[in-house]
């Protein structure tokens, strides 16, 4: 999945150029702009150039939903052919960076202006970006898979986000698994000069704006917007997919679709066995009422693991979900159909109050006089991941290695006290949007799609959308213990009364079942083999006692196991160069 690359200063450029078999390239004033093939052939990198009071050139991978709006605010006859990454361009030299912000689309761009070269990512981080240097010499990819090809780079492993990866099961901020290696965060520009010298800023951040209005008003609205943001992301003319789990949030997006797209909508869903919980019902419910042409896949968990590798390669920082896979050949069943675009239900938990945020709140009215280390303490522990476990699981020279760096608060202290936000609840929502959300959602989906060729777009984390979602009044989106209430309000008519008034379950992936079969059987052969024992990470004795069933009070060795598997073979495919 190679995109593009950047580079300043590079001493080595024809050597890195041959090693990534570039495509097109330009070169200006010690500057390189690499674009390369990608799997998505009708997704261009570039390189760009437009002419305007500056000359810009460019490289990026550009979607833009708005086009007509912002050919409109140019007012210029030819912005209307130039392509998604030149219109940008365009908009950058007409309006200044500021004017991103009405920016409806997913987009990496870097952007060479003769003086500096601007790294610039998506609103809300639907496609990622990444930077290093060595010396006085930078380098930008839109994937680690590119950026890990440049001579120059020495990838070594980052100790400190190890212990992130583990609390979250993704990488929450700037921060990633190399060492010196740098992701550009949603909605930010970060300009890189010749000389060193850097500097950044934001060009579009959520920020709280309650409108008073009654909860029907805020319904209608709210609608309004969903149906447009759906619309721009429908390919017109051609099937569209949707991943439907039989949620409430991926329903509303396959109703939206069916009623608004111009073509045939075909639905998918995942099986792990009769024998096992699931959602079946609720997606073939779903499927019959919206009249969509639906696929169940059917996976075992031997199928998950002989698939996790390939999983793993196709992120550039790991996720330690176990959807990962069930996604990846869901992504491939639709690409079989001939699918160009996916679209899924991701974003209405982080946007619009789902039930994990409950238990926060629930503390929060216990105890409202917590510091704001106990409160980040507490975000941390509500993961359920590894963060209780790391003083038994992490090896007592990492420990030491450790103890000098930043506490892991610190990933989410400033979202959880954002002066932006009032309520309590906007500023967990900002939390989840801000790193769950960039950092897991959208660059999990962006990369298994991308990995088969297909382009996942998530309407309910649009950028209208999230701003929206500010503008509500708390009490609407999580009532009581009614989780997005507004957001049920809001397509009450599109779906069964069954699916609105459920209560959220999720996917559930049996990973604690796998636990007694292909997973224990994967974690040995993986997990201690002697090149991850050489590693050093981890104590052996606990990740044993996890396989056997032990070492936790509540039965949740599955996801633990999944993830340090997870991790080792993304350190096999990225720091060992496998």
């Known amino acids: 999945m190679s995109r593009f690359l950047a580079l300043i200063n590079d001493p080595d450029y024809h050597a890195t150029k041959r090693r990534l078999a570039a495509a097109d390239c330009v070169e200006k004033a010690g500057c390189f702009l690499v674009s390369i093939p990608d799997t998505r052939p009708w997704l261009s990198a570039g390189p760009y150039r437009y002419y305007g009071r500056d000359q810009l050139d460019g490289v990026g991978e550009v979607t833009l939903f708005n086009r007509a709006e912002l050919v409109t605010r140019l007012a210029d006859a030819r912005s209307a052919t130039l392509n998604d990454g030149e219109l940008l361009l365009a908009l950058i030299d007409r309006c200044g960076l500021g004017a991103l912000a009405d920016v409806e689309g997913m987009f990496a761009l870097a952007v060479w202006d003769g ?165 079946l019902a609720y997606s073939q419910l779903v499927a019959t009422h919206c009249r969509t042409r639906h696929q169940v896949l059917n996976v075992s968990g031997r199928q998950i693991a002989d698939h996790l590798l390939e999983t793993v390669a196709a992120l550039d920082c790991p996720v330690g979900d176990p959807l990962t896979t069930p996604n990846l050949l869901l992504a491939r069943a639709a690409a079989r159909d001939g699918l160009r675009v996916i679209l899924n239900g991701e974003g209405g938990d982080p946007c619009f109050g789902g039930p994990k945020n409950i238990p926060m709140l629930a503390a929060e009215w216990q105890q409202p006089d917590l510091s704001p280390q106990q409160r980040a303490h507490l975000y941390l522990r509500s993961y359920r991941k590894c963060y209780d476990e790391l003083p038994r699981l992490l090896h007592p020279d990492v420990q030491a290695a450790l103890s000098s760096a930043p506490p892991l608060t610190e990933r989410v202290i400033h979202y959880l006290h954002a002066p932006t936000m009032t309520s309590y609840l906007n500023r967990l929502l900002l939390t989840n949007v801000r790193t769950k959300g960039a950092h897991h959602i959208l660059t999990k989906v962006e990369r298994i799609t991308a990995a088969s060729g297909l382009e996942g777009r998530a309407p309910l984390f649009s950028r209208a959308i999230v701003a929206q979602s500010f503008t509500i009044p708390p009490e609407l989106k999580l009532a009581g213990t009614r989780e997005k209430w507004i957001l049920k309000q809001a397509v009450a008519d599109l779906l069964p009364a069954q699916i609105i008034e459920r209560p959220k379950s999720g996917m559930r992936v049996p990973v604690q079942h796998w636990l007694r079969g292909p997973l224990r059987d994967l974690a040995a052969d993986t997990l201690l083999s002697p090149r991850a024992r050489a590693r050093g990470l981890f104590q052996t004795k606990t990740i044993q006692a996890w396989m056997d069933g032990k070492g936790m009070v509540w039965p949740r060795q599955g996801i633990a196991l999944w993830m340090l598997v997870t991790l080792e073979l993304w350190l096999r495919a990225f720091v060992d160069g496998e």
Not at 123 to 149: C, D, E, I, M, N
Not at 180 to 196: M, N, S
Not at 221 to 240: G, K, Q, S, Y
């Open 115 to 279: 003086r500096h070269l601007t790294l610039i990512r998506d609103p809300v981080g639907a496609r990622t970006l990444f930077y290093a240097k060595v010396g006085l010499a930078w380098a930008a990819a839109s994937t680690l898979h590119v950026l890990r090809h440049w001579p120059a780079l020495r990838p070594r492993l980052n100790l400190a986000a190890v212990q992130s990866f583990l609390t979250f099961a993704y990488l929450p901020g700037t921060e990633t698994l190399l060492a010196g290696v740098h992701e550009v965060l949603p909605g930010q520009y970060i300009r890189l000069a010749p000389d060193g010298s850097w500097s950044s800023g934001f060009y579009w951040t959520p920020h709280e704006a309650i409108i008073s209005a009654p909860p029907s008003v805020h319904a209608q609205h709210l609608r309004h917007t969903l149906e447009n943001v759906t619309l721009a992301m429908l390919p017109r003319h051609e099937p569209v997919g949707v991943l439907l789990s039989g949620g409430v949030d991926s329903s509303l997006v396959t109703a939206l679709a069916a009623r608004l797209h111009d073509a045939p909508v075909q639905t998918y869903s995942i099986s792990f066995g009769d024998k096992l919980p699931n959602e």
